[in-house]
């Protein structure tokens, strides 16, 4: 059955094909109906017997399929068998509407035409029953009740569609009533197999002597359906819904054309009983159907006259029906079954018209023969204009319609290739969708701005000016700085990173009441800049404008009441609690008066021996040089801090440096009266104390290890908290502070934990410490390369003697900080050498000289033996290990300019392997890339010139 | 003046001396990380570097056994509603 439905729904005009049976002959489109829903004629009559054996049970008003009942049974007129008669078109009209003249047919020869081309088509069914049953219910219901057709419909519409016959046959006889139907089906079921028996056997013989045409028939057809499919699918599902309808009232007609057929053959068993076989839904019967259209257009004006006659005929016929029935053959009981009156004959006049039309395109490029074929003794139903319309079926209709005659237009229009008419459809489609889509675009623009001009000339000018004064002063701050902090520093960052230095505040400010944020610099677009340039002259205006309310204010009113209901501006964020003690910066002794006094430690003088003499010498001089020497007199051995402590002091630290940060913005202008300057350099030098003394430089050296300072770089955040603290220091602090570090080198986490380094595997340690060194080369390096850079030599002399004298110089020189601070510090006396020639005043003493001379030659008897071993473990080979090498052979050649000739040998011998190794191997290029190679070279001729030498000096 | 007692007046500023430290972070659905901590906020939102996450997959089938996946993240925003607690990591 579905399997069937699914091929039906293929076929174009399947539903008009089968809407013309019914009207030809409403008995054998139940034969057709009931053959297509699979029921052989003995399958009918078990229906029956089953539809009986339920009315049976069911009988005292219990509902049949009563989930889809749609208590139409109830609307019904019940009882009296006169209905039949009426049904049976033995009374003349019943509704208003009945027009006979429409079921009429063609007498005998239109008949016996008809039933030719029902035998001719044997074949499985493949048209789904739909418009053309949906006449016969509605004039069903229309006699039974009287009623309009539409209350039928939407009740029938409402109706749970069905397909299959054993339930749905049931469900349709709701309309009658039970006995009514159960007394025919007892009847039927006697009846029918009688009948099944003779139709067979009529059926055998005209199966066979057809089925040549069949055959060729069905060539046909296969052709004209690859056509339909593809017209079919678009109508689908529109024609799924209407067949649901249809199947039903086909139903019910089916029931009716059953009890008509018993009568019959109760009066006339000689006459064959109609075709109740599937014969009649072949492929090929829908053909015929197709071409009996055609030919009806043609013979309507005839048939129109022809059918009138037999109209009043049948009414006589009718009226004398005991009498009449002996000579009405079967084939006039298809005539007589069609009591459905005018409503059905609507439907299948609405129903051909479009049939018609859809059809006389299509076959057009049908041959002649093939139609010829069929058109031999075809019914014909006319078609009548003149029934009232159906509004329903009208609109359902006239969507086909529309539909088909869509589809045919492309089909004509597809003369050509298939391929290229729907490139050309789909660009069509397309063009079409890109201009609509436009229109609907532009469309609502206009009616948006047509919406909005509503509004137009609402607010004056100044109503908006007013408007945006109140949103600018929204935007005014106290601190416009710090309330756009975030894209002040972004785009501070982002200038300098593009090379662009001007203004360093994007803020508009007011005098020292205010200003605007601007927030990071616009690039391009010319609508923005504009905005802002606009911005910032209206809120010129507007804080010019209060300034001279302000004034004339002052000058009118009342002083006293002047700020009674509060301070509009002012700078309250200033007022920081006054300071209790407020000491002179100046006359403070820059550093702790332990340290003013400049003995020589004892713990170092413990020290001082052997080699290490000069080292200390210098030392104690350096110290000296600093005035930093630590006091032991009150020196307080302590824990050194936790790291929880550190931290603490840190964000201590960061809060202050803040703050100090903040005040420098707000620094006043120097032309400002002088108590205010005063009053911030007082807060400023305030601030940098506090810091001083949370940086902890003045405690004592050997109060703990690692000291309270070291400790606060122990940590990634002090690192990178030093640069912006030693901005703040004036350079004595500063020296102070270095010499600290420098004294407490090793204790560095970043000397102590650098053999970590040194491990082959990636542990989280490594990583860590990698990054704690990363930190303090890039932060405190940094935060302390200024002050060597002003260092004297006598300074750096000093820093060197301290640095031998108190760390393990040999360890220190096998890190990276290590090494980055040798090096730095004789750079620093390298130029310092340079500039000696043409700055007079930068001659060092000769005591410096000579004491300096004695410090590079301590250290470089210290690293002698170790000069090899400077270079960083091997963890990665190419670039990244010569890069790693890089700092070394710096410090190598920052070593080798200060040497004298004795040292170059020494030198030279040490490295002499190492030097060999890179030039051979950069020379072979052992699996190197270019850029390997060549930073080998590079790192090797780094030191090689320092001696004079080049690598390409050296013969491999 | 006690520098440990100094600025710490609510939970969270213990939390702040963490910043730019190596955290701990344990959050909902058997996950742990740790990472540097840059930034948190009140709903302890966090933002964390170099993040290596440890999740626990229990596996209730084979009786209850505990697999350990784990990745790295170099930076990552931890949604403050699935964190259970931040520690310092533990030091060794």
Redesign the interface.
């Given at each position: 059955m579905s399997a069937v439905h699914g091929r039906v729904t293929q076929v174009t005009s399947g539903h008009n094909n089968c809407h013309q049976i019914s009207r030809l002959a409403p008995s054998s489109s139940n034969a057709l109906m009931s053959g297509f829903f699979g029921f052989d004629q003995p399958d009918l009559e078990k229906d029956k017997l089953k539809f009986a054996a339920r009315n049976l049970q069911s009988n005292d008003g219990v509902l049949w399929g009563a989930e889809t009942y749609d208590g139409l049974g109830d609307t019904l007129q019940e009882g009296g068998d006169e209905l039949n008669d009426e049904t049976f078109g033995d009374i003349g009209p019943v509704d208003k509407d009945f027009d006979f003249s429409n079921p009429k047919l063609p007498e005998t020869e239109n008949v016996q035409s008809y039933r030719q081309t029902v035998n001719q088509s044997p074949l499985p069914p493949q048209k789904a029953p739909t418009a053309s049953s949906a006449a016969p219910l509605i004039s069903l219901e229309s006699i039974w009740d009287d009623k309009s057709p539409f209350s039928f419909r939407l009740n029938g519409a409402a109706r749970a569609p069905s397909r299959d016959p054993a339930t749905s046959t049931p469900r349709q006889s709701g309309i009658r009533t039970l006995q009514e139907i159960e007394a025919e089906m007892r009847a039927a079921a006697e009846q029918s197999r009688e009948a099944a028996a003779l139709q067979q056997r009529q059926q055998q013989l005209l199966l066979q002597q057809q089925q040549q045409q069949r055959e060729e028939e069905d060539r046909y057809f296969r052709q004209r359906q690859q056509e339909q499919q593809e017209q079919e699918q678009e109508f689908q599902r529109q024609r799924l819904l209407y067949q649901h309808e249809q199947q039903q009232l086909q139903q019910l007609q089916r029931l009716q054309q059953q009890q008509l057929l018993q009568q019959r053959e109760q009066q006339q068993h000689r006459t064959p009983p109609p075709r109740m076989l599937p014969v009649s839904q072949s492929p090929r019967f829908l053909e015929h159907q197709r071409q009996i259209l055609l030919l009806q257009q043609q013979q309507e004006q005839q048939q129109l006259v022809r059918l009138q006659q037999l109209e009043e005929q049948l009414r006589v016929e009718e009226l004398e029906r005991q009498l009449r029935a002996q000579q009405i053959s079967s084939q006039n009981l298809y005539e007589r079954q069609q009591p459905s009156g005018p409503t059905l004959a609507e439907m299948e006049a609405r129903h051909q018209q479009q049939l018609l039309q859809q059809q006389q395109m299509r076959q057009r490029s049908q041959s002649p023969a093939a139609r010829n074929g069929h058109h031999n003794g075809q019914h014909n139903v006319p078609l009548q204009d003149n029934m009232p319309y159906l509004p329903q079926s009208i609109q359902l209709q006239q969507r086909l319609l529309n539909e088909i005659a869509q589809v045919d237009f492309f089909r004509d229009m597809q003369g050509l290739s298939q391929a290229d008419q729907e490139a050309l459809r789909m660009e069509a489609m397309r063009k079409i969708l890109e201009t609509e889509k436009m229109e609907e675009k532009r469309r609502r623009k206009a009616a948006k701005i047509a919406h909005m001009s509503r509004y137009n000339d609402l607010m004056t000018q100044s109503d908006k000016d007013f408007i945006t004064r109140i949103q600018v002063s929204q935007l005014v701050s106290q601190d416009p700085y710090a309330d756009d902090f975030y894209a002040q520093v972004y785009s501070a960052i982002a200038r300098s990173r593009m090379g662009l230095g001007g203004e360093d505040e994007r803020v508009l400010k007011f005098g020292s009441s205010g200003g605007v944020g601007l927030g990071a610099p616009i690039k391009g677009g010319n609508r923005r800049p504009n905005a802002m340039q606009r911005m910032q002259q209206q809120v010129e205006r507007i804080v010019s404008n209060a300034r001279k309310r302000e004034e004339e204010k002052g000058l009118h009113a009342v002083h006293s009441l002047q700020g009674a209901l509060g301070k509009t501006s002012g700078r309250s964020y200033k007022a920081s609690p006054r300071q209790l003690l407020q000491v002179d910066p100046n006359s403070a002794p820059t550093s702790s008066p332990t340290l003013s006094n400049a003995q020589p430690h004892p713990h170092i003088s413990k020290q001082d021996t052997g080699p290490h003499d000069a080292a200390a010498q210098a030392a104690k001089l350096g110290r000296e040089a600093l005035g930093t020497a630590a006091d032991t007199a009150d020196l307080v051995r302590r824990d050194p801090l936790t790291?929880?402590?550190v931290?603490?002091?840190l964000?201590?630290l960061y809060?202050l440096v803040m703050s100090i940060e903040q005040m420098k913005h707000d620094e006043p202008l120097p032309e400002e009266q002088g108590e205010e300057v005063e009053q911030w350099h007082q807060q400023f030098n305030a601030l940098v104390e506090q810091i001083w003394a949370k940086l902890q430089v003045m405690t004592p050296l050997e109060t703990s290890n690692p000291h309270p300072f070291i400790s606060l770089l122990s940590?990634?955040?002090g690192k990178?908290l030093l640069p912006r603290v030693t901005r703040n220091l004036d350079s004595q602090r500063m020296f102070t502070l270095l010499t600290l570090l420098i004294a407490h080198f090793s204790q560095l986490d970043v000397i102590a934990d650098a053999p970590l380094l040194e491990t082959p595997e990636d542990t989280?340690g490594r990583?860590?410490v990698d990054?704690q060194t990363q930190a303090f080369l890039s932060s405190v390096m940094q935060s302390i390369l200024p002050t060597i850079v002003k260092g004297e030599l006598r300074l750096v002399a000093g820093l060197l003697g301290l640095l031998i004298d108190r760390n393990d110089t040999v360890a220190i020189a096998r890190t990276k900080p290590g090494v980055a601070l040798l090096t730095l510090l004789l750079t620093r006396v390298e130029l310092i050498k340079q500039a000696m020639p043409e700055d007079n005043a930068s001659i060092p003493s000769p005591e410096d000289a000579e004491h300096w001379q004695q410090m590079f030659d301590h250290l470089f008897d210290l690293l002698t033996p170790h000069f090899s071993r400077l270079f960083p473990t091997r963890l990665a080979s190419g670039e990244a290990a010569e890069s790693q090498d890089q700092p070394v052979w710096q410090f190598l050649a920052a070593l080798a300019l200060h040497a004298t000739t004795q040292q170059h040998q020494v030198l030279v011998t040490s490295l002499r392997e190492k030097v060999l190794e890179n030039v051979v191997s950069a020379k072979k290029g052992w699996g190197m890339s270019e850029e390997e190679r060549e930073a080998k070279l590079a790192n090797v001729d780094l030191f090689l010139h320092a001696l004079g030498l080049e690598s390409s000096q050296i013969a491999v | 003046m006690d520098p440990l007692s100094s600025g710490i007046q609510e939970p969270f500023d213990l939390i702040r001396l963490s910043l730019s430290e190596r955290v701990f972070v344990k959050l909902r659905g058997d996950r742990e990380m740790t990472g540097i901590l840059h930034a948190y906020d009140g709903h302890m939102n966090l933002i964390l570097s170099d993040v290596e996450e440890t999740i626990m997959i229990v596996d209730e089938g084979a009786a209850g056994t505990v697999s350990v996946a784990k990745r790295k993240m170099d930076m990552l925003f931890v949604r403050g509603d699935g964190v259970i607690l931040v520690s310092p990591p533990s030091r060794t």
């Open positions: 790291h929880r402590e931290l603490v002091t964000e201590t809060d940590v990634a955040k990178k989280p990583d860590d990054r | -």
